[in-house]
């Protein structure tokens, strides 16, 4: 960088800081207003009230296990659809669209309005459009009340669900609840009814097999009685019984899965474990003022500047003549004026 250079950046910090100096006060008026709607948006925001549950998903079923190494015995797999699937999974069920789609037709009672039941299109007031639409609007809504995390460690799913009615937030939390089981019991009920089938032919030709290795064994009882006088023949007779009792195992083997994946197919206990059961917060959460205020005082400052900058080149391009700079300061002054206009209008029809 050149010395140039260098007195170029300089003059133009320096620009820079006379021109934010020179507009100290209408930034300041900016960040005033900024900060003023932060926090009023913050005050008339509606309390929202809180409900979580937290649950553990189990794990594979033992028996299935056992299946799963019987079939790899045999030199076969089972469908893996039946592995234990992450507190991640269970999160992402909990805000999927299948799910929420149900608990957008359900109804609630709302003490809050004298219990009288509302629906959630009605709670969210969403109106106008076809039903599709409505419903659409309705999982949208509830994807942005419905919040989920996944410990890695605990595999606990934690869920929240905000909203203005403490009973509707308790309500939507304990039907995702409620969902999410009836979800994963059937997705199990569904492996269990698959795996039956698997299990039914292999029992099939289990039996053939185990009935075709005894014909074989009865064969040569037949036709060789008296085995015992040769070694080759009693060789052979200990090969054919140890085939018969090698599929007599499996065909047993089989069976007894088979009681148990049809034992398992009918079967509706609990498959999550409830760590805490639905409950919402009796004081609505925290509206967080003085964040949201900072943050509105840092924006009307940011716009202040930016007006600021704006109306100082403009000035600028009007003193150096430029006609297209003149006509928008022109413009800009008669849209000034016929707000102050209206402002005025309204402040006359308020005071009569």
Known sequence: MTAGDR????????????????????????????G?????????KPPQYVASASFIPQGTDPSRSGLAGLAGQLGLSLPTSGQTLSPDFYAQVLRSRMLLRAISRQTFTVPEMGGRKRSIQDLFDIKGGSAGEREERAVRQLMKTVSTSAGKTTSVVELSVSTRWPSVSLGIAAALVDAVGEF??????GQAAAERKFV????????????AAEDRLQNFLQTNREFARSSELSFQRERLQRDVNLQQQVFTSLTQSLEEVRIREVRDTPVITIVEPPSVKSIPESRRPVPYTVLGLFMGAFVGALLAFTSDAVNRRRKDGDIEA????GTLGQVKGEMLGRVRTLKERVRR
């Open 326 to 329: 003149e006509e928008f300061a």
């Open 36 to 44: 003023a709607l932060a926090a009023l948006l913050v005050i008339f």
């Open 7 to 34: 007195r170029e950046e300089d003059v133009s910090l320096f620009a820079v800081g006379t021109m934010l100096l020179r507009n100290r006060w209408r930034i300041f008026r900016w960040m005033l207003f900024g």
């Open 200 to 211: 039914e032919r292999r029992l099939a030709t289990a039996g053939s097999d185990l009935r």
């Open 184 to 189: 994963n019991q059937m997705t199990r009920q």
